[in-house]
Every structure is written in structure tokens, then in C-alpha cells.
């Protein structure tokens, strides 16, 4: 089924994602790939706030390449979000409803997302010129001398992915 | 005697950095088209037309075609009556990797320390692999990799009993594994023999030869032809997603080994397979 959804996802729209649905995405998302997770993780542990509101976010797990003049950002392909799993289920407890990567989730990771009705999505690996056309603005708000690891506020216009694991806990990867 | 200069090494690896991230060889555009014909799974071809609009995006607009620019691998044959000038041949071809991801606007992707890591910021130090040949030329290839399909790459010292069907069922077992991570359709450089370091070597280089070009010993292309039905049957298709796109290619390169062992490395790359060669 292809479908056309907004950002912060409505809970009724959440509840009706289906394993292998395609996505467009709309609206504010934000990028945190390893360093970053590493840092939000040490934020939480110190009782400080997190650098964007975490509660009904969407995280892609993205560290583009440099943008040139003109351009709003370089190559934007998604990151193996696997190596992501040791700090997500805290981040979905604390209200994260969207993930976008590539590749297998831990079943701690599962269960969580089952906890609190989030969805993971993959964008297409290695597709980082197309995927950054979606993408009509973009500013670094958090973490910069992590350079491309930093921590990205994306305004995205139909950011093609597709619903891997949904709500459920149903998964499309064999 | 023929002296090259130094600042010429720099120059061509930039240029090399660059091209090999924005443009695929041909043989890999080849694969692509031809897999778009065969898939039998609808998303399957869906995805494999968006890899193809991919690609038109990255040569026209200027975008690196992952953002992804990869670790620089960099083989250097260097002919043994070469003789350069001009200063350290080592820093030179990292001042081309410097300036190349600087220039390209290439994402700068290394730690300086596998523990510590902090960003380098230049994308440097490059691995480097030196091979001294016969000849007054020196051929250089830049294989940018990335570390999505890198990170699913495998080693297995088998023993000689294992034979080959121990080889296939390594093989196998490493795609499985690899599944979706390694962004499908993959590309399998395979080296089996020599000692541990070189086995992956070979594979490495397996990655850097030109795909439509089947490996010389009769057994290997046949090992070749026979993986890349088998790992197409796995089924995991264009981006884990289900589909018979799994790889474009196998490349097998062998060595001599051990009479007590028979090393098998797996290096897995991404649909973006990336190199590129030029002799000076």
C-alpha cells in the first residue's frame, strides 16, 4: 500500500502501518547516527534534556555528505541502523515514534517499539543523490564538532521509505 | 630509470577520490540494467529503477552517488624501475586522499583511533597496498569502501578436508549474515588461500576487478557462476526486501596455501562498488 503522511505521525495512522508499506514522509525529522546516540545516551544518564524534543520525533540515522553551494545538503542515503539498537529501546520509551534506516533490529528493540507503538522504516541503501532531493532543508542543532555526525533538523517533502517493522512487531526481512 | 614526480601521485588519487565516488565503471551500470529485466519481484524492480535514477542524479547533479564516501583503499603497482621524486610517496598519496574529499565534497568517514574516535577530518590516513611489478609504470587503484557491507565482511580458516564445498557454504553463510546491512544487491570479492592477512587481501581485490571478467582457473569461475545462482536463490533481493537481485557479481581470486589450511575471506560491497584505475 502506498501512503502519504505527516509529521508528528497521528496515533490512528501509527496504529494502521503495515509491514511493507511504502511511505512518503513529510515534514521535521532529525539525524543522530552512532556518535550522536552516544552523546544523547550520556545526556539522558546526567539528567539533562535531550537537543530536540524526543517525545513523538522521527530519528534517521544519516550522516550526509558535504553539501555543495547551492545545495541544501550533500548525499543523504540512510546508515545501518542496527548499530543504533544498544540505545534505542530508552529513546522509545521516552516517546521517539519513527526510525529510518536500513538493516536488522535487536528484539529488544522490537519489544520496545511494541511497548510503545513506533515503526521502523528503511530507505534505500546506497541511494543517498535521490533521497537528498527530498530534502529542503537542513540545520545542524546539536553535537557540530561531530562533524557529519551531528545531530541535523531536516525539513523533508516525500522522503520515499518503506514500513520494515511495524507497530506490531511484524517484520518484512526474512 | 623513469623518475615520476610526486605531486603527479597527488594529483591523480584527488582525481580518483572524486570520480570513483560520483560515477560507477560500466560494468556495474551493466549489472544494474540487466537485473532491472530479470527481477521478478515488483519492489524489487522498484527499487532497482531508484537505484538507477540514482545514479543519473549523482553524474548529473554532483551528489556522491551514497553519502557514504568509504574508507580509501588504495592499491599501488609500482613498477621496479620506477624512481620518484619529490618527496614521500606515502604522504603524497594521502595528500591526494585529503584534498580529493575536501575537493569532492566527500563525507569524511575516519576516526584516527578505532577506541578514542575522533573524526580526522580530512578523511586520511588511506589503507594503502604496495605491490612491486615488473616495469617502469606505476598503476594506481582507488577503491573508496563503504563500511555498511564492510562490516559484514568474513574471515574462515577452514581445513583441507572442508574442500569446496567448505568455500560454498562460507560464502553462503556470510551473505545470509549480511542480509539487508549490506545494502543488496551485493557484489562478493572472494579470496581463497595464502595465510590469513592474505586471503583477505585477495578478496579486497577480488572487488576491484572488473565483473564481467570471469576468474582465470576453470574451478573458480565455475565457483564464480555457481555462487552467484545459489546467493541469488537466498531471496533477500534489492535492499533485503525480498526479490532474486541478491548479487550482480562474484569475483574469486586464489593463492597458494598451507598444507594444514585453506583460508576463505568474504568481502562483501555494496550495490556502489566503487573503483577506479589509472597507469602513469
Known sequence: MERYLKVPFQPEELKTMKAGDFVYITGTIYTARDAAHKRMEETLQRGEELPFPIDGSVIYYLGPSPAREGQVIGSAGPTTSGRMDKYTPRLLDLGLKGMIGKGKRSAEVRDAMIRNGAVYFAAIGGAGALLSKCITASEIIAYEDLGTEAIRKLTVKDLPVIVVMDPEGNCLYK | MRTIQTNNITETIKEMCIEANYFLTEDMKHRLDASYQTETDPLGRQILSKLQENLEIAAKDLIPICQDTGMTVVFMEI???????GGDLNEAIQEGVRRGYREGYL????????????????????????????GDRVKITVAPKGFGSESMSRIFMLK?????????????????????NACPPMVIGVGIGGTFEKAALLSKKALTRDTSVPAEKSWAKELEEEMLAAINELMIGPAG???????????????????????????????VNRHSTRTI
Do not use: M, W
Open chain 2, 79 to 85: 613498477g621496479q624501475d620506477v624512481h620518484f621524486e
Open chain 2, 160 to 180: 583441507p578436508a572442508d574442500g569446496i564445498e567448505g568455500v560454498k557454504n562460507a560464502i553462503l553463510t556470510a551473505v545470509r549474515d549480511a542480509g539487508p
Open chain 2, 241 to 271: 526486501l525480498g526479490g532474486n537481485t541478491t548479487a550482480f557479481a562474484v569475483n574469486v581470486e586464489t593463492y597458494a596455501t598451507h598444507i594444514a589450511g585453506l583460508p576463505v575471506a568474504v568481502n562483501i560491497c555494496c550495490h
Open chain 2, 107 to 134: 563525507r569524511k568517514s575516519v576516526v584516527s583511533d578505532p577506541i578514542i574516535r575522533e573524526n580526522s577530518g580530512d578523511n586520511t590516513p588511506a589503507v594503502i597496498h604496495y605491490d612491486i611489478v615488473p
